[in-house]
């Protein structure tokens, strides 16, 4: 097995040359840089990875924090990270909270612990002045959440924006008694969320009613219980603004059981354009966010904080989205986007 030492006799040059080539450090000139590459090259020599994040006290692994892998908008989103992570050369640990204050702190502390160089927060449970001191162990990063008294860099869409429009929307198809069914309502996102809902409401001249609030639905069961508690306890609701497609597929498959027509008996928005969206029938209108172009924007920020500490601002990069008009909206004739 090809050592250093055989590397640096190959190629002509001193053990601490090849050294600095190895561990990518400064004052080595191209020519010489060449010189050692080829002869790692034509030995089949592999530096230690191991040995050189010890060194660097570098793990060269970052860790996401989310909500729960299951959801679709999760799952895509690691996907583009861990991709564009290993062009660095980085690896990729997914922390799954299940929206637990105590699992967002116990996986805060893999950066403090120096398990991980940086975290990117897809998701906030605790209030940020709990999430800040761990800024002194290295960089955080927000994806799709975001919060405006935070001092990191955020990657988003605009939620508030995005929720105005979808209920702006059931308005325009006629909806007079809108419900708003939300995950978990506490997080800065959903706040903003329903920020959105509200303004288009009032917009209107008509109020916001918290009896037609439904918190807590997440998935495709949680929708068709959705359905239920509309069907029993709020007749009169003839539009629903939902925060995931998921709950909105639970709820239109259930509706149709029941023998309501969407969208003339009631009118269903989702969020996130999962593939589920467009498989329903009637295919959900939603909002879509792009997923891909945020996750790697997300590790290019954090990376290259990793690579220049301290020297870069705390920038927001505010993402396009698009509302997808589709058929459980669809009353009257719309084109679809």
Same mark, same amino acid.
């Given at each position: ?98 929206? @637990? ?13 120096? %398990? *991980? $160089? #940086? +975290?990117?927060?897809? /998701? ?96 495709? @069961? ?13 007749? %009169? *609701? $003839? #539009? +629903?603004?939902?925060? /995931? ?93």
């Amino acid at each position: 097995m090809a050592t250093i030492e055989d590397v640096a006799k190959l190629a002509g040059l001193s053990r601490t040359t090849v050294s600095r080539v190895i561990n990518d450090q400064p004052y080595v000139t191209e020519e010489k840089r060449q010189r050692i590459i080829q002869a790692m090259n034509d030995l089949g020599y592999v530096p230690n990875s191991s040995a050189r994040r010890l060194r660097s006290q570098r793990t060269e692994t970052i860790a996401v924090l989310l909500p729960r892998l299951t959801n679709p908008f999760f799952g895509n989103l690691i996907e583009a990270m861990e991709e564009k992570a290993s062009e660095w050369g980085y690896q990729v640990i997914v922390c799954q909270t299940h929206d @637990s204050k105590k699992k967002e702190m116990d996986y805060l502390q893999l950066l403090k612990t120096k %398990q *991980v $160089d #940086g +975290i990117i927060m897809a /998701s906030l449970v605790n209030d940020w002045e709990v999430v800040e001191p761990y800024l002194e162990s290295g960089p955080i990063v927000f994806c799709n959440e975001y919060m405006d008294e935070s001092c990191i860099p955020m990657v988003h869409m605009d939620h508030k924006q995005a929720a105005y429009e979808a209920t702006v929307h059931l308005l325009e198809q006629g909806c007079k008694q809108i419900a708003y069914v939300t995950g978990g309502p506490e997080s800065h996102l959903s706040k903003e969320r329903r920020k959105g809902f509200t303004s288009a409401l009032s917009e209107y001249n008509l109020p916001f009613i918290e009896d037609m609030t439904i918190d807590w639905a997440m998935d495709v @069961s949680d929708g068709q219980k959705v359905f239920h508690m509309i069907s029993n306890e709020f007749t %009169q *609701v $003839d #539009g +629903i603004f939902t925060g /995931s497609d998921e709950v909105a597929a639970g709820l239109i498959y259930e509706a149709a059981s029941s023998d309501w027509r969407i969208p003339d008996d009631l009118a269903v928005v989702g969020f996130d354009n999962q593939m589920l969206s467009l498989l329903m029938v009637p295919s959900v209108t939603t909002i879509e966010q792009p997923v891909k172009q945020m996750a790697d924007k997300t590790v290019e920020v954090l990376i290259q904080q990793l690579l220049h500490p301290g020297t870069l601002p705390a920038q927001k990069y505010v993402f396009p989205h698009q509302l997808l008009i589709r058929n459980s909206t669809k009353r009257k004739k719309l084109s679809i986007q």
